[in-house]
């Protein structure tokens, strides 16, 4: 692999993300910057064919990259140009268009705009708010028998439940029991919120049990709530839309959420990109999926990633997805606590 085969692969990929037609050695001996002749270009991508990075879809027709191709364009060759002043003065005007930033907001914001820019679907699977800790919690009066448990966490995350319960409480009792959650519970890691630490709360009530239980219970469905993965999609669509991929495989994949959040948040280090026909839970073949992760406390607590064809601009999209990660990094690590010491060890390197 010398540099001038290099620089072949690298002309066959760009100019079949362009087209998305097979492409010929006339076409690359016409590019700027190749130099030698048809036949010359010819031979060499012979050679990439035989080393397994491009392939001939038919007999008479050009050549299209493989995944190996398409792999060892972006880890050895491709170059992301850096984003302007300007762009980065565009995509900061996308993310702040609804108003004052909160980390949840900007990461909405976020893949809303990485689905815009990119026309693919864009996906960002967050666990940072079970780093925060638990910064009010306050028993609502809504209406008879009806109180509603709010949440607020350092990390912006606001989470409520209505209770029904079989008496009124008198401002006394509320008051008691108000006081008595923020006493136990402000201050504390989302992250420590376990069923066994909700049940010594329960237990340490006494008689005032029976009656405070569905409040005891919806603070508890809370804090699930907050411990769990948030994933948020945006763009579906524009899959729908591709003429290279299977509906029905992009349908299989969307209603599968839960192999997608493991998809997302298997460590790495980097930009990661995986391909539909590697096998594993990423089944939409002819894809590819493209994830970056941002920071708290220099310890990973999200996924943002991009979805697309096998044929996308890798080298228009990376960048876009490094700066929104980074401005989600930047944003989460101002609003709260540092997470605890991280139990899953070193990060691996990317897949």
């Known amino acids: 692999m010398n540099e001038r085969k290099l620089k072949i692969l690298a002309a066959v990929v760009e100019e079949y993300v362009r087209t998305g037609e097979p492409v010929g050695s006339k076409v690359i001996a016409n590019l700027p910057g190749i130099g030698v002749s048809a036949a010359t270009v010819r031979n060499d991508m012979a050679m990439l064919e035989q080393l397994g990075f491009l392939e001939q879809p038919h007999t008479s027709a050009g050549r299209v990259p493989t995944i190996s191709g398409y792999r060892l364009y972006i880890e050895k060759i491709m170059t992301p140009p850096a984003l302007p002043d300007s762009e980065r003065e565009r995509l900061d005007n996308m993310l702040a268009e609804q108003g004052p930033m909160t980390g949840e907001l900007l990461i909405q914001n976020a893949t809303t ?5 990119t026309q693919c679907a864009a996906v960002v699977s967050d666990f940072s708010p079970k780093f925060s800790v638990i910064s009010k919690v306050e028993v609502i009066p809504a209406g008879k028998r009806v109180y509603v448990v709010l949440l607020i966490t350092s990390g912006g995350a606001i989470k409520n439940k209505a209770c029904r319960l079989e008496f009124d409480l008198t401002n006394e009792q ?7 959650l923020a006493e136990h519970l402000e201050g504390v890691s989302v992250a420590e919120l376990s069923d066994e630490r909700m049940a010594d709360l329960a237990a340490a009530m006494g008689a005032y049990m ?13 804090s699930r709530d907050l411990q769990q993965h948030a994933l948020t999609f945006s763009g579906e669509k524009n899959l729908f839309s591709c003429e290279d991929l299977d509906k029905m495989e992009i349908v299989r994949f969307i209603e599968h959420k839960e192999e997608l959040v493991r998809l997302l948040d298997d460590s790495f280090s980097g930009i990661r990109v995986m391909f539909g026909e590697d096998g594993g839970s990423f ?3 002819n894809s590819s999926m493209i994830v970056s992760k941002f920071h708290k406390g220099g310890k990973n607590v999200g996924s943002l990633g991009v979805i697309g064809p096998m044929r996308l601009d890798y080298a228009k999209v990376i960048p876009y997805l490094e700066y929104f990660s980074q401005k989600i990094t930047d ?7 540092e997470p605890p010491a991280d139990t899953q060890g070193e990060e691996n390197r990317k897949g």
Request: hydrophobic content about 55%.
């Open 113 to 117: 705009a990485l689905a815009e820019l």
């Open 174 to 180: 509320l008051s008691m029991f108000s006081d008595y």
């Open 283 to 285: 089944v939409i073949g």
């Open 210 to 222: 029976m009656t405070m239980a569905p409040l005891v219970q919806g603070i508890l469905e809370l």
């Open 331 to 337: 944003l989460i690590s101002e609003e709260g606590e």
